[in-house]
């Protein structure tokens, strides 16, 4: 599995006015079905809770079925099929083509492993509409080592069958101070197999990435080169591949509108069928998440406290509750502010009229010094890779994170 978008991408705004109080929120419009916490790539940036060893029930295919039918009703119209590795899933088909049969637009977020000719055969057949294919580097040593398998030659065979199967070749690539040197290279390789789209996604630190972070924060400098790369290919290439590229917020002094808003046009499941405002809302205090298999997805979405929880404006602290910018961003992230103060409720402390501005400049600071000092790779910062013993660690207490 990836890291996590920093916003919706290709969704249009919510149709509600998202200020509080809604008396009737708009109904979502992108589901993210997390079919399976199983994968069997180790990445050291995955948004995946540290502890989903804890959570290893799956729904079946029936309660699959019954989610994605719910909210086809309530008006969802795009659904990505996501984990984990979906591919693990052997009902993968039967949902793709349920979910077509619906009327959804379905969106296959893979790291390609389990993608045979014969599933993408069965797929297509299904009327998977996209596939968005990851690879954590131009070289095999670097993807290797950051997803601590031997993918590489089988992420390029994979590339090619997309292709040969009729569809657009989108690649996504989470960036972070191992790779971001290799920017240039990752876009040429992109270009070679054919890539209509890449996206290049800074990481986002929640999950994995948050335990990684010090070892993954890049200096502002490799950044802005980085930058400086991107923007003098789009100029070279033109409409040949679409390049996005999503720089992470600690470097910005206003935080993302993560998730578009919260409970706004987002609706996440957990393989378990925990109800998800967002992806990383597993790991907020205080908050009990909805359960498909207990509860409806329009009770879930219109009524239950956690999606109401932070919705609109009317839950703000200051300086939020007074900003004139409140209806632009809603605060910030939730999760981030919890990451970062301890408190889900504060303002995103990436704003720079947050309070806590100074402790994004720390993780920041810190991480870039680890950097300069040449400590990508040496045992001061050791990366944790996503596993089920790590992750069972994690649930058990008898791993602290860091
Ligand atoms: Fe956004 Fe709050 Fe910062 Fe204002 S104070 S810009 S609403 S995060
Ligand atoms: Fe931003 Fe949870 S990831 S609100």
Known sequence: MSNTPSSVAGLSEPRADSSSPIAQPAPPLWLLAELTYRCPLHCAFCYNPLDY?????????????????????LGAAQLGFSGGEPLLRDDLEELVAHARGLGFYTNLITSGVGLTDARLAALREAGLDHIQLSFQDSTREMNDFLSSTRTFALKQRVATLIKAHGYP?????????????????????????????????????????????????????????????????????????????????????????????????????????????????????????????????????????????FRGTAWMPEPCRSCDERENDLGGCR?????????????????????????????????????????????????????????????SGDAKAR
């Open 335 to 395: 999760c981030q502010a919890f990451l970062l103060t301890g408190d889900p409720a504060r303002t995103d402390p990436v704003c720079d009229k947050s309070p806590d501005h100074a402790r994004v400049r720390e993780v920041v600071m810190h991480g870039a010094s680890a950097a300069l000092a040449g400590h990508a790779t040496a045992s001061e910062y050791p990366l944790v890779f996503r596993a089920d013993a790590a992750s069972r660690a994690f649930a």
């Open 53 to 73: 060893a804890r959570h290893d029930r799956e729904l079946d295919t029936a309660q699959w079925r019954r989610v994605l039918t719910e909210a086809r009703a």
């Open 169 to 309: 070749m989108v690649l996504n690539c989470v960036l972070h101070r191992y790779n971001l040197p290799h920017v240039g290279a990752i876009i040429e390789m992109a270009l070679e197999m054919g890539a209509e789209y890449l996206e290049l996604a800074n990481t986002q630190y929640y999950g994995w990435a948050w335990e990684n972070r010090l070892a993954l924060m890049p200096t502002e400098t490799q950044l802005r080169e980085a930058e400086a790369v991107v923007a003098a290919y789009r100029e070279k290439i033109g409409k040949r591949c679409r390049i996005l590229f999503v720089v992470p917020d600690y470097y910005e002094t206003r935080p993302k509108k993560c998730m578009n808003g919260w409970g706004s046009v987002f609706l996440g499941v957990a393989p378990d069928g925990a109800a998800l405002p967002c992806h990383a809302a597993r790991g907020l205090p205080g908050l009990t998440l909805p359960n498909v298999a207990e509860q409806s997805l329009s009770d879930i979405w219109y009524h239950s406290d956690a999606f109401q929880r």
